[in-house]
Structure formats: C-alpha cells, structure tokens
C-alpha cells in the first residue's frame, strides 16, 4: 500500500462521506441476502431479533467496505470508477476510515453473538476477515483467482442469516450460498470487460489483465453454465418450490443467453458499441441475484399459507 500522505484534505468530511466509506450499494445485497437467509430458515426468529441482527450484520458489511477502502486508497485513486471516493478524493483520511472499520467491525460480531448467538457473531467475524484479508490484502493483487476465491466473502450473509436462526449450517445455507459464490466471477468479469485499462493502470490482476479480453469472456461463460445447477439444486431444497424452480428457469436461461452474446464478441464489437452487451449483462447480473433471493422470499411466504414448496 503507497504512502497517504499526500491526500489533500481541503474540503472538510461530510456524513455522507463516511456512508460511502461503507459501500452502501454492497451493503444493500449483503442485508438482503442475509435477511433472505434468516427469514426462509426453518426456525422462527422474534422480529425484535432479526431486526437487530440484520442491522448488525449490515454493520459488519460496513466495516468491511471501510477497511476495503483503506487499504486499496492507492490503487483506487488511480481507476476512474473509484478516483471519487472519500479517501482518494481527499475528504477522509485513511487513518479515519481504519478507525472506523475496526470500531464497525467489533461492535457488530460482539452486538450480534448478544442478539443472536455467538456462532453467527463468529461467522460475522470471520466473513470480515475474509474479505478484508484473504481477499483484499492477499488475493486482489496476486492473482487473477481474487475474484474467484475473494468472493466467498460476500456468498456468506445468507448462511449468517441463516445461523442467526438456527445457530448452525445446513445444507440449504450452503446451496445460498453457492449461487452467490458462482455469480460473482461472471458479474466482476462484466465490469471488468468494460472499464478497459482501470485494472491494469492499477497494478490489479484481473483475468481481463492477465489473460485477455478474449479469455475472460469465455470464462463468463463457462462459469454462467455451472451457476445454473445451483440455482436448480436450491429450487428443489427444501427452502424451494415451483416458484424458486419458474425463476430458476426464467433467469437462468436469459443470463446464460447474455453470456453467449458476450463469448462471441470480440473487442472491435465491443468498441463499436460501447460494449452495450457488456453493460446489459453487468446489470442482469444484478437482477439475477436480487431476483433469485426475491423468489425464495415468496416461495416462502406460499408456504406459510399452505400454497408454496414441495
């Protein structure tokens, strides 16, 4: 990590600084995720609880983008997409954002083992870890695995949910898991497609960087293909049903389609039109995921009824 020193602090911090520092946007799929989690496990949570311990959990998702952001100040004043951000853009110091992250950090793990129980503050505190030192100091400028290996860290808040719950694992858990895990290196790799140079005048091995434009989209697809057995595993557990199963078959079928378009581009398509497919896959990729656990979310409400799952 480059010395901070230099960072101008002209203009003084506002609130909605240290929000940013938080990455409220992967903040927002981290909550609903794990509330997806904690409300379709199996064991009844009083609303108290799992009020408290979504907003706990959205805590240590907080920290971790604080922690993220310290750390990579260097390499994020150098990309366009985060040049902006409050520490490279002079309007927190990178001394407040590592207060902040640890202090987000503790609280929340210690918070919510007290609400919860001590198996999800731990698993809490372990995701924190993970993402912050597995994935941000030791994959993201190594090896273009980071994105592959990194993003486990945010496959885990649904299990979070989930342990909040029932104080465990299961193989439900897991399978939420799973699809988070195998959509997050064809949704980065998207993005990574169409910011050109960002990464590589980082210094950031992204698979565009090490092994071309050409490759990275054959691995979207191919990585879209062995999503789609997941996302069908997880409709036909227990936590699904024919309508986890309908979206399951409608998303699926459209993100691997997107994914075809993309592996038989190349970049002078790309250029010419701005990388349009690119784009419209990045963002369905969004869609998908929000979708997917959308779904789960009125397969379960059915099933309190009488009319959903299996």
């Known amino acids: 990590m480059s010395d901070l020193s230099a960072i101008d602090h002209g203009r003084e911090a506002g609130f909605g600084d240290y929000v940013q520092l938080l990455k409220p946007r992967v903040m927002s799929l981290v909550v609903f995720t794990a509330m997806v989690g904690l409300i379709v496990a199996p064991v009844p949570v009083h609303p108290f609880v799992a009020f408290t311990a979504i907003l706990f959990i959205a805590l240590g998702g907080g920290a971790s983008?604080?922690?993220?952001?310290?750390?990579?100040?260097?390499?994020?004043?150098?990309?366009?997409?985060?040049?902006?951000?409050?520490?490279?853009?002079?309007?927190?110091?990178?001394?407040?954002?590592?207060?902040?992250?640890?202090?987000?950090?503790?609280?929340?793990?210690?918070?919510?083992?007290?609400?919860?129980?001590?198996?999800?503050?731990?698993?809490?505190?372990?995701?924190?870890?993970?993402?912050?030192?597995?994935?941000?100091?030791?994959?993201?400028?190594?090896?273009?695995?980071?994105?592959?290996?990194?993003?486990?860290?945010?496959?885990?808040?649904?299990?979070?949910?989930?342990?909040?719950?029932?104080?465990?694992?299961?193989?439900?858990?897991?399978?939420?898991?799973?699809?988070?895990?195998?959509?997050?290196?064809?949704?980065?790799?998207?993005?990574?497609?169409?910011?050109?140079?960002?990464?590589?005048?980082?210094?950031?091995?992204?698979?565009?960087?090490?092994?071309?434009r050409r490759a990275t989209r054959k691995h979207i697809l191919s990585y879209t293909i062995l999503l789609a057995p997941f996302a069908f595993a997880l409709a036909l557990s227990s936590v699904g049903g024919p309508v986890v199963l309908a979206a399951a078959v409608v998303l699926n079928a459209l993100f691997i389609l997107g994914a075809v378009r993309i592996a038989r581009r190349d970049d002078a398509a790309a250029e010419a039109d701005r990388y349009r497919a690119e784009k419209a896959f990045f963002r369905f990729s969004l869609a998908y995921l929000f979708l997917h656990f959308g779904a789960l979310l009125v397969e379960h409400s059915l099933t309190t009824f009488g009319l959903g799952g299996w």
Not at 78 to 98: D, K, N, Q
Not at 186 to 207: I, Q, R, T
Request: aromatic fraction near 14%.
């Open 65 to 212: 983008g604080a922690l993220n952001m310290w750390y990579d100040a260097d390499i994020d004043r150098v990309m366009r997409r985060t040049a902006s951000r409050p520490i490279p853009a002079g309007r927190v110091g990178a001394g407040e954002a590592l207060a902040l992250g640890l202090a987000l950090s503790g609280i929340s793990c210690a918070m919510l083992g007290l609400a919860a129980n001590w198996f999800a503050g731990g698993f809490l505190a372990f995701t924190i870890f993970f993402y912050v030192v597995v994935y941000t100091i030791w994959l993201k400028r190594r090896t273009p695995q980071n994105i592959v290996i990194g993003g486990a860290a945010g496959a885990f808040p649904p299990m979070i949910g989930w342990a909040v719950a029932t104080g465990g694992i299961s193989v439900e858990s897991i399978l939420m898991f799973a699809l988070i895990f195998m959509w997050t290196p064809p949704h980065f790799w998207a993005l990574a497609l169409f910011m050109k140079d960002d990464y590589s005048n980082a210094g950031v091995p992204m698979l565009t960087v090490t092994h071309g």
